[in-house]
């Protein structure tokens, strides 16, 4: 077991416990460990019980925040839509937040789908995530039956193999290029500080695709979608995707067909990713959770360079500058136009 | 009496060349592990050797071969000087007669189960009366495989023509069906399984058999209301968020939703995988809906594979394939879920 | 036979029924003879109205079978389709499949007993094809009567039929707005108020309802108290629909599928499945 | 490619600038492409990157945005929220491999028909050159996506 993240998880689970007893938070998001190995279940913990299964570890894959306002609604008492919020404190919750789960919610809080009072954020730093596709081609598909973490390896082993991986060497892309590795809000910390990674590109996956020709980034794109089947756990996993109703459901007019035309799903990626423009902190649970491997956060990971260079704004750090696209500057760049 | 063969691998090779003069013989895509998966999962035989076939279920479910995304039910002209404007016309039909070789007892399985309700469906009937499915049966399972909980086996032979088993290097294939008879009658090349392989392949049969227990007929004895108000699908539906994954990769989730499209002045009805994941699945067009919460939607998921359906046509309509349990961006366990239900009173 | 395809129909007429002009009636015509003469519905049934283009949507089909040669459909404007076909011509082609789903047991279950027939709104469109085929068949009913309420006089359906209906003595009709208006003499009173106070007897009878879900739900308290039971209660449950065979998933309440097994259910059974229409 | 060909554009002129400006152009009898379809709309931050995929895939060849001047917003401000996104939009597009001569975006005044004209033959031209769209059109003649008629 990893010294640093069972510390990290005996920190949570006692300050967990006590917020929920204290009754100071009605839930609190965390993960706990799921039924395969490598894998964490994300999890709300209601009763003090519940808090003794929580964990962390490298395998937290999924962004937290996203379960954070529809939780915090479903905590309100039940009115109508037109009913004003009633009087006096409402539930909290408290979340689990490293570096870009933090910055999601503080893009929450800028957008006003929480409210400050009633979150109750335990920050800690964050060492990266794995990777598990890169975990599969490292042992060539062979199926994972026992896994286990220390502190800067993985030891994984099934039917006929036993081998011990690098952390560094299976984190996922985005992590490896990941900026803000400790929270930017908290009230209470969990574990200790993690130093910020050296990045010397931020955007290697962006500078290849920009260094094709036309022709072969529509190649590129075409067959990266190919297998979209359009389950859209990308669009359900973002903490940036809260709309009541999607640009994919509506119907006057349809933005999207619904099969697997290879339009529909090119206007579906491009749209998704495009809401997220200056928004996007590239926590990665899009790609990680595609079942069919599709590295879609090349375009988030495109807008956010482009928002870097045109309008110099990083999205969630700073709580206080506005996002950019909710912003103008009467200096914009406007050579792009006729 | 099913007739089984004993062959080698040179015979079965024989065999799909064969096959590829009248058919068109498809065999499990993995694709290369690098970049997305290929979606269809399935590819037509090179006409070289028997591809190797992974332990356990391909990545997607035979649902790409007999639910085509999308399926073209009927074609239409918008053209305003067309006498037949707007007026549906049956599509035309793939007339490919297909064989399918690779794949795994469960997805056979699967086709059987989505056969019960698709009984009268003309455009399912076409496809599964013109293809041949030839099947793989399973020496090795994964650790997510569950056949033998829901009513399969790793040697299951539902809705399969021939089943083939790989013994000590050489491949028993036992022919189950005419269509799988016919396949077989032209192809020759291979010679009656011998006694000590027959015996082998019932010794195996047996030993998988073992497992199985009934929590199908174990949860049709139970009441659909005890089950569906049973207090833990809060929290199995506190980390669920609603995507489709589970049920696109699903061999019998079946579901499907018809929407008309117009390109031009040409127009088709397609009808194409829907999830009752999805919250604009139930939803009417007052807005009002039924099952607005993803509780609600997480439980029909479970309680139409593990209730209602059995209830309906008896088996359960769950496969045991473990996909949406390797694919479940938040590690939802069906087996969970089922050994939950079977613990309520 | 494709059950997904659709028969080809004409729009034949085209009346707004309400003031708000969002529900229309629609009068179809078979373009096939043979067609014609096949489609056979039972009250209680419903069709899937096909607009190339547009999509399909489920109608209750408002024409009893005693009304030869067309179909009706009584549509409320909501989403997509039904606006798209509120805007079509007469002899505008327009598909239809069905019918579909079981209907009302007129011809079994009821046959020979006192009808009951309370509705509100614009949920009176099968059930008027009910009491069109009740009246051609009137000998083989007891005695019927006829609830119906809507928000406003405007807002009534059918109101030249009713006038008719009004007049005949083998019908006892009530009809009801919710709250007084200008030139209206009828009653005024909420649906289930005015069941309480018409109180017709259980003896034999079985009731009808269709509405909106708060009406139905305040309706029976009254009849119960006059001992009316849930078996002797039909109600036709709707959900989102596709195919209408059963098989798209869209409209299951729990095990059912309301497309095929109903959409008619005595109310035990409805009582007996998940909340979720 | 024929040479009768000619390109569809669609163009979203803003209510205030462009589509007045299309407007005078009318009026003073100057000629601009007649293959560009003018859609008039509130303001150009109306124009969500939804209405130019749409009309990308819908067949348009070429689609051009235009909105009042920086600074001669009716609503102050939305064309210059507006050049953001299209500056990301066009970015992005771009990045997936949509030609650069597909979407286009500018400026009109109310009082230049003159100009509005000039650019819309100058996109004209630009996109006849390009030719006929084909990238992120929608068809029928794509095979759906199951083995057998992707294979077929």
């Not at chain 4, 990045?95 to 500018?106: A, C, H, L, T």
Request: proline letters at 7%.
């Amino acid at each position: 077991m990893s010294q640093i993240n069972s510390k990290i998880t005996e920190e949570i689970r006692s300050k967990v416990k006590a917020l929920l007893s204290a009754e100071e938070i009605a839930a609190f998001v965390g993960f706990i460990d799921g039924t395969l190995p490598m894998t964490a279940r994300p999890f709300t913990a209601r009763s003090p019980e519940d808090a003794d299964r929580l964990v962390f570890n490298s395998f937290c894959v999924v962004n937290p925040a996203v379960y954070l306002p529809p939780l915090l609604k479903s905590l309100e008492p039940p009115r109508r839509p037109t009913d004003p919020l009633p009087e006096g404190p409402l539930p909290k919750v408290g979340i689990l937040a490293t570096g870009c789960w933090s910055r999601n919610i503080s893009i929450q809080l800028q957008e006003n789908q929480i409210a400050r009072e009633r979150v109750v954020v335990l920050g800690t730093g964050c060492r990266g995530m794995v990777d598990m596709r890169k975990v599969g081609s490292i042992i060539d598909g062979r199926e994972i039956e026992k896994a286990y973490e220390l502190d800067d390896r993985i030891s994984v082993s099934g039917k006929g193999f036993s081998e011990e991986i690098l952390l560094e060497d299976v984190l996922r892309d985005n992590c490896l290029t990941c900026i803000c590795p400790n929270p930017v809000i908290m009230d209470h910390r969990v574990g200790g500080q993690v130093p910020d990674r050296r990045v010397d590109n931020r955007f290697p996956f962006v500078d290849e695709i920009e260094s094709k020709s036309l022709d072969k980034r529509w190649e590129w794109f075409q067959n990266e979608i190919s297998s979209c089947i359009r389950c859209y756990a990308c669009r359900n996993v973002c903490p940036l995707c809260y709309c009541p109703t999607c640009f994919v459901d509506d119907s006057r007019p349809q933005w999207v067909g619904k099969s697997l035309d290879p339009a529909d799903t090119s206007i579906f990626h491009i749209l998704r990713a495009f809401h997220c423009a200056g928004r996007c902190t590239n926590c990665g649970s899009c790609e990680t959770v595609c079942p069919m491997g599709i590295n879609m956060r090349v375009l988030t990971s495109k807008l956010t360079k482009d928002v870097i260079d045109l309008y110099g704004t990083e999205a969630g750090v700073d709580s206080d500058a506005p996002l950019p696209l909710t912003t103008y500057s009467e200096t914009d760049r406007q050579d792009f136009m006729v | 009496m099913n007739k089984i063969y004993g062959l080698e691998r040179a015979d079965l090779e024989k065999w799909l060349s064969r096959w590829s003069e009248k058919s068109t013989v498809y065999c499990p895509d993995e694709g290369d592990g690098r970049g997305p998966a290929s979606f269809s999962g399935w590819k037509v035989w090179a006409g070289d050797v028997l591809p190797e076939i992974k332990p356990g279920p391909a990545k997607c479910s035979i649902k790409t071969f007999y639910f085509p995304q999308p399926e073209s039910l009927h074609t239409f002209s918008t053209a305003s000087d067309d006498p037949d404007a707007f007026l549906l016309m049956e599509a035309e039909r793939d007339r490919s007669a297909n064989v399918l070789v690779g794949l795994r007892p469960c997805d056979a399985r699967a086709v059987y189960l989505n056969g019960l309700p698709y009984s009268k469906d003309p455009y399912f009937q076409h496809r599964d009366s013109r293809t041949t499915l030839v099947g793989f049966s399973c020496l090795e399972q994964c650790s997510t495989c569950f056949c033998q909980e829901v009513g399969g086996s790793p040697f299951d032979t539902h809705r399969l023509d021939i089943a083939i088993t790989e013994i000590k290097g050489r491949f028993i294939a036992e022919v189950l069906s005419e269509r799988g008879e016919a396949l077989v009658d032209g192809a020759g090349g291979a010679g009656p399984a011998s006694d000590k392989e027959i015996a082998e392949l019932d010794r195996l049969k047996n030993e998988a058999k073992v497992l199985k227990s009934d929590s199908g007929e174990n949860l049709k004895a139970k009441e659909l209301m005890a089950l569906y108000n049973a207090g833990f699908w809060d929290s199995v539906a506190d980390s669920c968020l609603n995507c489709g994954a589970c049920t696109f990769l699903c061999p019998t989730c079946y579901c499907f939703d018809i929407q008309d499209e117009v390109v031009g002045n040409k127009g088709r009805r397609i009808r194409y995988w829907d999830s009752c994941m999805f919250p604009l699945y139930s939803q009417h067009a007052s807005g009002h809906n039924p099952r607005g919460m993803k509780m609600q939607r997480v439980r029909n998921r479970f309680m139409h594979k593990l209730k209602y359906f059995p209830d309906r046509f008896g088996p359960l309509s769950c496969v045991g394939c473990g996909r949406c349990i390797r694919e479940c961006p938040v590690n939802i366990d069906i087996r969970e879920v089922l050994k939950d239900l079977l613990g309520v009173e | 036979m494709n059950p997904y395809l659709p028969y080809s129909a004409r729009i034949n007429d085209a009346v707004v029924e309400t003031e708000d002009g969002n529900i229309k009636t629609f009068r179809l015509v078979l373009e096939n003879e043979e067609e014609r003469r096949k489609f056979r519905q039972t009250p209680g049934q419903f069709a899937m109205l096909s607009l190339a283009g547009k999509g399909e949507i489920p109608i209750g089909i408002a024409s009893s079978p005693t009304e030869e040669g067309y179909l009706m459909f009584t549509v409320n404007k909501a989403g997509l389709v039904t606006t798209a076909l509120h805007q079509m011509p007469v002899g505008a082609r327009i598909g239809v499949r069905g019918p579909l789903g079981n209907g009302f047991p007129i011809n079994t279950e009821i046959k020979g007993k006192n009808i009951v027939i309370i509705a509100g709104g614009f949920a009176f469109t099968t059930l008027r094809a009910t009491l069109i085929y009740i009246l051609a068949n009137r000998a083989d009913y007891g005695k019927v009567t006829v609830i119906y309420g809507a928000r406003t006089p405007g807002m009534l359906l059918y109101k030249d039929e009713f006038k008719e209906w009004e007049k005949r003595d083998d019908v006892d009709v009530h009809v009801t707005i919710d709250q007084e208006a200008p030139d209206w003499t009828g009653l005024v009173g909420f649906v289930p108020t005015v069941a309480g106070e018409v109180g017709p007897s259980p003896e034999n009878s079985v009731a009808l309802i269709c509405g909106p879900p708060i009406m139905i739900r305040f309706t029976m308290p009254p009849l119960e108290k006059i001992g009316w039971t849930d078996d002797q209660v039909y109600l036709s449950l709707e959900n989102r629909m596709k195919c209408g065979l059963g098989v798209c998933g869209h409209c299951n309440v729990g095990p059912i599928y309301p497309c095929k097994d109903g959409p008619v259910f005595t109310r035990t059974q409805v009582k007996s499945l998940p909340l979720e229409y | 490619m024929s040479q009768s060909w000619e390109p569809k554009i669609i163009a979203f002129l803003c209510n205030w600038c462009s589509y007045p400006a299309a407007d005078l152009a009318g009026v003073g009898r100057m000629q601009y492409p007649p293959n560009v379809r003018i859609v008039r709309v509130p303001c150009s931050s109306r124009v969500s990157a939804n209405l130019i995929l749409s009309a990308l895939k819908s067949g348009a060849d070429g689609v051009l945005v235009s909105g009042c001047h920086p600074g001669d917003c009716h609503y102050i401000s939305g064309n210059l929220y507006a050049r953001r996104r299209f500056a990301l939009l066009k970015n992005l597009i771009e990045f997936i491999g949509i030609e650069p001569g597909r979407v286009n975006f500018f400026w009109a005044a109310a009082s230049e028909g003159g100009k509005i004209v000039e650019v819309m033959k100058t996109v004209s031209a630009s996109v006849k050159e390009l030719g006929p769209a084909g990238r992120m059109v929608k068809r029928f003649d794509v095979p759906a996506r199951s083995p057998q008629q992707k294979f077929a």
